[in-house]
């Protein structure tokens, strides 16, 4: 792991949306567009932190707060910033803003190849307590539709078209998704 790099940590506004969107794209199984989390900007119980670093948005983090739960739907980084504790910063940023919203529990799900993001949330204190069998696409089937995506025309709907066969018979190969939760009530009253 390199040295961690000093970061600003704040709630994203649209100013921010471009330099997201730089990156954000490239990101591998990215289940959020830069479009939804414009979207989520307005809604109420959605919350977006950014992290910036060099004067570049360098990592978000996107989670709801609904009554006494927290659920954090996705952490991403840069690639050029990874592996420099932007992504500790960030967990670390929503357990803290949790935490002022006297948030009982923070709960999450992970890809169960995605090794990294479990060694983050069980070094912040998560605790695996569940899996959901066939959860997530697999990897091939995120990976081609956002391919297709990127080819206009008479290729991209051929491409679409044969991969798609191919692809329904992956897609019975899904991924596991690992559940995993932190409770906040302990350090809640001991904050208190």
Known sequence: MSANIATNIRACTLADIESISDWLDTTANNPWSVKAITEVLEKPHYHVLVSHSESAVSGLCLFTLVADECNLLYIAVDSQYRQQGIGRQLLNALITQS?????SRVFLEVRE?????????????FVNNGRRKDYYPAIKAVLVSQIGSHIDGQLGSQLDSQLGRQLDNENSQRETAL???LSLIEANKEAN
């Open 99 to 103: 935490r002022q919203h006297n948030i």
């Open 179 to 181: 559940l995993f939760d």
């Open 113 to 125: 190849s995605n090794q990294a993001a479990i060694a983050l949330y069980t070094a912040a204190g």
